[in-house]
C-alpha cells in the first residue's frame, strides 16, 4: 500500500509504502467500540460521593406526629424528598477500570488506523519543523485542507508544534508511541509526519 507525502505547503513531495499489517487492515468496528469504551471508562476518577440518609446528620426526631396535623407523614427531615434531606443510590467512590488485552488493543488501533487512510483522512508530511506560531499552524492546515478536529501525530515530542497548535481549539498534538485508538476516532484528519509513521511501523513488529 501507498500513500503520498506532502510538505507543509501541501505540495506533494514523495510516494511511500505503507506496511499492510499496520495500513492494510479491515475494518472491526465491534473491536474498535471496545477499545474506545474501555479507553474512557479508565480515564473515569471515580470518586464522586454523596450522602445517604443514613449519613447525612440530624433528622433522628419524628418531625411531627404520625395522624392529626392534616401534614403528610414523615418520619425524618433527612429523606430524601425533604431538603438537605439524603440522596437516593447516593453516588459512591468505586473503580471503572475495564481491560483489554494487547491483542484486542492493538488490533482496534490498527483497524482505525487503516480505516483514516482508507477515507483519505490520514494525511503524511514530511516534517513538523514549524515556527511557533498559530498563524503558521493555520496555514499549515489550510495547506494541507485538513479542517475540523485534528490530531497532529509527530515522531517524538516537538515543543513548536504543540505552542503553534496550542491555541486552536479543537486540534491537538501527540506523538506516535501514545497514539491511541480513541485520538483516531475522534479526529476528522490524522496529520503525521513520515518519522512517525515509521515509528508506527517498528513497533507492530
Given at each position: 500500500m501507498q500513500t503520498k507525502v506532502y510538505n507543509l505547503e501541501g505540495q506533494e513531495v514523495e510516494e511511500i509504502t505503507l506496511a499492510d499489517e499496520v495500513f492494510g487492515v479491515s475494518y472491526n468496528e465491534a473491536l474498535i467500540h471496545q477499545a474506545v469504551v474501555t479507553y474512557l471508562a479508565n480515564q473515569r476518577q471515580g470518586t464522586k460521593s454523596t450522602l445517604t440518609r443514613a449519613e447525612v446528620a440530624g433528622g433522628g426526631r419524628k418531625p411531627w406526629k404520625q395522624k392529626g396535623t392534616g401534614r403528610a407523614r414523615q418520619g425524618s427531615i433527612r429523606s430524601p424528598q425533604w431538603v438537605h434531606g439524603?440522596?437516593?443510590f447516593a453516588p459512591k467512590p468505586r473503580d471503572f477500570e475495564k481491560k483489554l488485552n494487547a491483542q484486542m488493543r492493538h488490533g482496534a488501533f490498527?483497524?482505525?488506523l487503516s480505516t483514516m487512510l482508507k477515507e483519505n483522512a490520514l494525511?503524511?508530511?514530511d516534517n513538523m519543523n514549524i515556527e511557533?506560531?498559530?498563524?503558521?499552524?493555520?496555514?499549515?492546515?489550510?495547506a494541507?485542507?485538513?479542517?475540523r478536529k485534528v490530531t497532529v501525530v509527530t515522531d517524538e515530542v516537538n515543543s513548536n508544534a504543540i505552542r503553534a497548535f496550542s491555541n486552536l481549539p479543537e486540534v491537538s498534538v501527540t506523538t506516535a508511541n501514545i497514539l491511541?485508538?480513541?485520538?483516531?476516532?475522534?479526529?476528522?484528519?490524522i496529520v503525521i509526519t513520515k518519522d512517525a509513521v515509521k515509528k508506527l511501523e517498528e513497533g507492530n513488529r
Open positions: 439524603g440522596v437516593v490498527v483497524s482505525a494525511i503524511v508530511v511557533p506560531k498559530t498563524k503558521v499552524a493555520v496555514k499549515v492546515l489550510d494541507l485542507k485538513a479542517s491511541n485508538t480513541y485520538d483516531l476516532v475522534n479526529s476528522d484528519y
